[in-house]
């Protein structure tokens, strides 16, 4: 009889065991279709700026990452459905999205770039771009800058992700193109985009284009959130945020401007 007891003691520890450390999993949803800072690469596997930030901040946590491929388009519908617990994937913090999920600090910070042909004349102003079709990524704060500055100016041409309008762009299909300025400015050095250039100011009008990219969970995920937060300042105390971004970058991906 103790015997019998005594191994469904045993049975009852080992479930709570395993709960516990199923517990310990962290679901994040990335693109997969952003790089560098996230791809899918040819066995199937996420990788990139974005996973290793996920995997260090894991870490920190002594959590298991569990990785979501998740469309942009519906990557907020993801989290508010329970999909995963969490959004690593490159996300400007603005207002508008605030409104739906909250955010972590940002773990790094990049403006947007106009750009067209070096001979194209274009002026980056409202009269500058009358009537020109400017293509862009949907569901992005680009789009959303666009459509708050230039609605009814420009004819706004979206895209599923910026390597089709880069091809539409150097096909001739677009005027220009308005997209993160790193991943710009190296589409800018391949042989593409010969003859295409910058034009224009950076564009970090945080209305538009937020205060960063940030973590984003479910509003009402607040410890986790914090717990969150607190793992990203560990990694960016001890270095490990700086060590992984020099894998990527050439420069402080924190105060890029």
Not at 209 to 223: L, N, P, Y
């Amino acid at each position: 009889m103790k015997k019998w007891i005594l191994l469904v003691l045993m049975a009852c520890i080992l479930g709570v065991c395993a709960h516990a450390m199923a517990a310990e999993q962290l679901r994040i949803a990335n693109e997969g279709e952003y790089p560098p800072f996230n791809l899918t690469n040819a066995k199937g596997q996420l990788e990139g700026f974005d996973i290793d930030i996920a995997n260090a901040i894991c870490k920190a946590m002594n959590v298991e990452p569990v990785f979501v491929v998740q469309d942009w388009n519906g990557i907020i519908p993801g989290l508010l459905a329970k999909k995963y617990d969490c959004i690593i994937s490159s996300m400007s913090i603005t207002d508008e999205r605030k409104k739906q999920v909250d955010f972590t600090d940002p773990y790094y910070q990049v403006p947007a770039r106009f750009v067209t042909k070096n001979d194209s004349g274009l002026k980056i102003s409202p009269d500058g771009l009358k009537g020109k079709r400017v293509g862009v990524q949907k569901a992005t704060t680009y789009a959303n800058y666009l459509e708050g500055v230039y609605s009814g100016v420009v004819e706004i041409v979206y895209y599923d992700n910026i390597e089709s309008h880069n091809m539409d762009l150097a096909n001739g299909r677009l005027d220009a193109v308005l997209g993160q300025a790193y991943l710009m400015g190296k589409w800018l050095e391949t042989p593409e985009a010969k003859g295409f250039g910058f034009v224009g100011d950076p564009v970090t009008d945080v209305k538009y284009i937020g205060h960063g990219a940030g973590i984003a969970v479910r509003k009402e995920d607040q410890k986790l959130r914090d717990r969150i937060n607190a793992a990203l300042h560990q990694i960016i105390a001890d270095g490990a945020h700086k060590k992984i971004a020099g894998k990527y970058f050439s420069f402080d991906l924190l105060k890029y401007k």
